[in-house]
């Protein structure tokens, strides 16, 4: 079969046009990988032991203070450091929730009081989790530490906090 000159330029543009739209359908679905985020150290906390006023642990903070930051708090971080943790810092007391949406580590979450007394703790919160994690009693604050840190170092509600913003 003989193909004419028209004829074999339309299947040549037919193609490429096909082509085009394969790859910039392609194009579209690219895989964003996010940029690395690293801890910047905003600051220091300490965990009291309730009963005997003893230092249970202490941690260099990054602190969540303003909308952004407590919207987007450790989401999208491959790892963290026992020694680091985040605080939430929130303007005043009501009922809090968490959750994990992109959020890649198993974290512990502490609600805190605005006396910075521990009133709840959500333990190993799951890696991408979108369930509501609530804090049970009014809060103020919110520690994020590493999952399993809680039990291990055996913090419990009623112990309480003191943190040190750095300059």
Do not use: H, W
Request: glycine share 4%; proline share 4%; hydrophobic share 40%.
């Amino acid at each position: 079969m003989k193909l004419n000159k028209l004829t074999k330029s339309l299947i040549v543009l037919a193609l490429s046009s096909l082509l085009l739209l394969i790859v910039s359908c392609k194009e579209d679905k690219k895989i964003i990988t996010p940029t690395k985020v690293t801890f910047k150290k905003e600051g220091e906390l300490s965990l009291i032991k309730a009963e005997n006023d003893s230092v249970i642990a202490m941690f260099d903070i990054e602190i969540a203070d303003n909308e952004y930051e407590t919207q987007t708090g450790l989401m999208n971080r491959k790892s963290m450091k026992d020694s680091n943790a985040m605080l939430f810092i929130f303007p005043d007391m009501q009922m809090r929730a968490f959750y994990m949406k992109n959020t890649l580590i198993p974290l512990d979450i502490i609600y805190l009081d605005n006396n910075k007394t521990i009133v709840s703790i959500q333990e190993n919160a799951k890696p991408l989790d979108e369930s509501s994690l609530p804090s049970g009693s009014p809060a103020q604050y919110v520690l994020e530490i590493n999952g399993g840190l809680s039990q291990k170092l055996n913090i419990q509600v009623g112990d309480k906090m003191t943190f040190l913003k750095l300059d």
